[in-house]
């Protein structure tokens, strides 16, 4: 969602973007947390960044971070603010609101590239991810969805009721 954030970055290919995924999942799986990956269109050659869903407390978020830049020791890092005191390997992150946007590099080809750790409550991971699947198909189904008096957000689907108001229909994917 925005792979150009930071200077330096060619896209990735295929293999480049399924190996950052394998080890992000990697790392996600050795904390407690929720998360999800948006779906992409298969035919898809290349990638600007990888995206993922997340949903945990900042401490844990802090490790993940702290590991995905290949710091040592991710553990002693419970805050930004000690990670951000700590960059021997050059990689850099940013955290704009709930989003945290890493520039690290791939472990097979030391090539730089960027994962976005989009955090969001429980809940929300599921349907956000699905939200941002298959590049903008959310901005057609928005746009069909307006012509129905409803508008399609990433945290569901509303009625208007008005220019002021809406309802939420649904949040739920299933």
């Given amino acids: 969602m925005s792979g150009k954030r930071f200077s330096g970055l060619e896209r990735m290919t295929t293999a480049e973007f399924e190996a950052a995924v394998t080890r992000t999942t990697y790392i996600l799986n ?11 269109i298969r035919s898809k050659e290349s990638f600007g960044d990888v995206d993922v869903y997340v949903h945990a407390d900042e401490p844990t978020v802090c490790r993940i971070v702290a590991e995905l830049l290949f710091l040592d020791v991710p553990r002693q890092f419970n805050s930004f603010d000690s990670i951000r005191k700590v960059d021997p390997n050059g990689n850099v992150f940013s955290k704009v609101g709930n989003q945290i946007f890493l520039k690290t590099r791939n472990r097979d080809s030391d090539k730089p590239i960027m994962i976005d750790l989009n955090l969001c409550e429980k809940h929300e991971v599921e349907f956000k991810s699905l939200y941002h699947s298959y590049g903008h198909a959310s901005l057609l189904i928005d746009t069909l969805a307006s012509r129905l008096n409803m508008h399609w957000k990433d945290n569901g689907l509303y009625l208007r009721i008005n220019k002021q108001h809406k309802v939420l229909i649904t949040s739920n994917i299933e």
């Fill in 30 to 40: 050795k904390y407690p947390v929720k998360y999800c990956f948006p779906k992409n």
